[in-house]
């Protein structure tokens, strides 16, 4: 696994998060971690308008999981965000592994997944605010031969 880090402003959502969708296969999971307000939707956004999303894809907070399946996009891919979460056995309702066989997942709030993970993750972390945000990200082995940035 490697480490990548930047600094980062909302204005770099669509580059960084369009070479990041564009790079998604089937099987990928990205972790978006940061505070309310970090920017994590809007870097999700960004990854879904590269795989072909027109307007705007609203934020899976109140439904949990907001999936996106062809011809809206080119790859499925779930959006999901885990915020409402209260507890980890809550997952198993959400099906989440199923969204892998033939898509993505991209999850918000990731630590309310407790023990469970998957390995081979994308780990996306934004610190800090405004224009002194610091977007890092840990590369998996999966994702080095593609990482975009």
Do not use: N
């Not at 998060?17 to 994590?40: H, T």
């Not at 790859?75 to 809550?90: G, W």
């Not at 959400?94 to 892998?100: A, F, I, M, R």
């Amino acid at each position: 696994m490697s480490d990548f880090s930047c600094r980062y402003d909302l204005s770099d959502a669509e580059r960084i998060g369009g070479a990041i969708g564009a790079a998604l296969i089937p099987g990928d999971v990205v972790l978006l971690s940061g505070d309310l307000g970090a920017g994590k939707t809007t870097l999700a956004r960004a990854m879904l308008k590269a795989r072909g999303l027109v307007g705007e894809a609203p934020s899976p907070t109140f439904a949990i999981v907001q999936p996106y399946t062809p011809p809206e996009v080119d790859l499925a891919i779930a959006h999901v965000d885990l915020y409402r979460i209260e507890d980890a056995s809550e997952l198993i309702e959400l099906g989440l592994d199923e969204y892998l066989y033939d898509g993505a997942l991209l999850i918000e709030w990731p630590e309310r997944l407790g023990a469970r993970g998957w390995l081979s993750a994308l780990t996306l972390t934004i610190s800090g605010s405004g224009d002194a945000r610091v977007l890092t990200a840990d590369v998996p082995r999966a994702w080095e031969a593609r990482w975009p940035l």
